[in-house]
T-cell receptor, first 113, second 118 residues
Framework: QQQVKQSPQSLIVQKGGIPIINCAYE??????FPWYQQFPGKGPALLIA?????SKKKEGRFTISFNKSAKQFSLHIMDSQPGDSATYFC????????????FGTGTRLTVIP | GAVVSQHPSRVICKSGTSVKIECRSL??????MFWYRQFPKKSLMLMAT?????????EQGVEKDKFLINHASLTLSTLTVTSAHPEDSSFYIC??????????????FGPGTRLTVL
């Protein structure tokens, strides 16, 4: 059973556009929600993360919106660039030390110049 | 900070041989490290969680006698694929969780190891 559901599977936007990737979860014990960016043949890199006590977090061009009641969170990429073309994974984990991350299925983003 | 390395980055071996993959946290101590497997265009699949000085915890369906994990120090974990077969060919990625109060659930990933078994 997929603990974190991610959509869309793939996304194509023009340069400067704002791609939005959505994730949903069921387990209310989750309290840490990171986003990872992965380029082909590389390991995932932590982009940004949020905890349930805030509804929005912005770091550079990346923003997470979090809706605790709906159990949903999303990643927005402002002013997207061709270099942002990668696969993005959302994830979630429970509170406590070093708990397992449950990953979404990934979104392949292509930014067209 | 929070750099994780893996060695080797790529390995090709013959069927039946064993392969060891090292995962190191370079600038932090990690009491917990994780090993993942990733198939092409798929998500990461957690194989096992290892804590320094204790036995690894394997996910359901992962053969612990085939995938031996050792976490000998706070900066090093190793994954040994024993008697490798072509179906073990995959991208193996480790991650490490820093022992820092403000970041207690963060995981930082290594660059991955591409294993090809002929």
């Amino acid at each position: 059973q997929q603990q974190v559901k991610q959509s869309p599977q793939s996304l194509i936007v023009q340069k400067g556009g704002i791609p939005i990737i959505n994730c949903a979860y069921e387990n209310t014990a989750f309290d840490y929600f990171p986003w990872y960016q992965q380029f082909p043949g590389k390991g995932p890199a932590l982009l940004i993360a949020i905890r349930p006590d805030v509804s929005k977090k912005k770091e550079g061009r990346f923003t997470i919106s979090f809706n605790k009641s709906a159990k949903q969170f999303s990643l927005h990429i402002m002013d997207s660039q061709p270099g942002d073309s990668a696969t993005y994974f959302c994830a979630a984990s429970r509170g406590g030390w070093a708990n397992n991350l449950f990953f979404g299925t990934g979104t392949r983003l292509t930014v067209i110049p | 900070g929070a750099v994780v390395s893996q060695h080797p980055s790529r390995v090709i071996c013959k069927s039946g041989t064993s392969v060891k993959i090292e995962c190191r946290s370079l600038d932090f101590q990690a009491t917990t490290m994780f090993w993942y497997r990733q198939f092409p265009k798929k998500s990461l699949m957690l194989m096992a969680t290892s804590n320094e000085g204790s036995k690894a915890t394997y996910e359901q369906g992962v053969e612990k006698d085939k995938f031996l994990i050792n976490h000998a120090s706070l900066t090093l974990s190793t994954l040994t694929v024993t008697s490798a077969h072509p179906e073990d060919s995959s991208f193996y990625i480790c991650s490490a969780s820093p022992w820092r109060l403000a970041h207690y659930n963060e995981q930082f990933f290594g660059p991955g190891t591409r294993l090809t078994v002929l």
